[in-house]
Nanobody, 130 residues
């Protein structure tokens, strides 16, 4: 049974940092694309970052480029999202998801949407506030 468990969320001040973890069981993350998504109150779930199973390529939404970094530890079967220079608009519930999919649209302009991913974690709350 595939399972994903997020952790690492919490309260951070603007400009601060958090590192989210996505621990996988029942499958090997190295064989799947793993995405991070977030959902703010009253808004749709949006893609933040994705780590492709193909050559381990990383992709980011424009809103987080240069501030967030996705990585994985195959030995721990865990994917991470390092979030630096946090802004209040980064507030939301963060989810990780996995599937055998492309991380981006065929033209490479947009990250794969939530509906492309079949396995999801329960989410972790990130609040950025002073």
């Amino acid at each position: 049974q595939e399972q994903l468990v997020e952790s690492g969320g919490g309260l951070a001040q603007p400009g601060g940092s958090l590192r989210l973890s996505c621990a996988a069981s029942g499958f090997t993350v190295d064989h799947y694309s793993v995405g991070w998504f977030r959902q703010a109150p009253g808004k749709e779930r949006e893609a933040v970052s994705c780590l492709s199973s193909v050559q381990g390529s990383a992709y980011y939404a424009d809103s987080v480029k240069g501030r967030f970094a996705i990585s994985k530890d195959n030995a721990r079967n865990t994917v991470y999202l390092q979030m630096n220079n946090l802004k209040p608009e980064d507030t939301g519930v963060y989810y990780c998801a996995a599937d055998i999919v492309l991380c981006t649209s065929r033209d490479g302009d947009t990250l794969a949407p939530p509906e492309d991913f079949g396995s999801w974690g329960q989410g972790t709350q990130v609040t950025v506030s002073s």
